[in-house]
């Protein structure tokens, strides 16, 4: 499965799919892009990861098999933390905030290469939930497999 979206900054490619993950740096007119790193145990299933600073945090894993939520080093693509319990649901980043939606739970965290700790978590939706969220407006949206939309207000600065 190769659903993830590629995540790009500047000339690197982050590329991943249920077999592993690639960095590539793009090279000047027709050069081949260069294998910057390969990670074989990092695992985009659906949705990209985000990067925040030197770090990619991510959902690694499939649906066939318990996920993890993951922080990664950008430059060498080594794991530099995972926290178990998770599915393969969606993330995005608002500032240095992270907001998770799987398993219909939203989470809340700080993004730290320190470890995972979580400000919020909150079941919202019930069934199979593999969407990233949307945040619009000062809400967040959700959205589960089966088409049940929720919107949570955010009563918080989620750019800290």
Request: charged share 20%; with cysteine.
């Amino acid at each position: 499965v190769n659903a993830a979206d590629p995540l790009v900054s500047g000339r690197h490619i982050v590329l991943s799919s249920s077999s592993g993950t690639v960095m590539l740096e793009a090279g000047g007119g027709p050069k081949e892009p260069r294998l910057v790193w390969e990670q074989k145990d990092l695992k985009w299933y659906f949705n990209p990861g985000v990067l925040i600073g030197d770090y990619l945090y991510s959902l690694h894993g499939t649906t066939h098999r318990p996920t993890e939520l993951t922080c990664s080093d950008f430059r060498s693509g080594e794991t530099v933390w995972a926290e178990e319990g998770f599915g393969s649901g969606g993330l995005m980043a608002a500032g240095n905030t992270i907001v998770l939606f799987d398993q219909g739970t939203l989470t809340l965290f700080e993004a730290s290469p320190e470890g995972f700790s979580p400000r919020l978590q909150q079941k919202i939706l019930e069934g199979k939930c593999w969407t990233m969220p949307v945040i619009a407006n000062g809400r967040i949206y959700l959205r589960n497999a089966a088409g049940d939309l929720a919107c949570v207000a955010v009563m918080t600065d989620l750019k800290r």
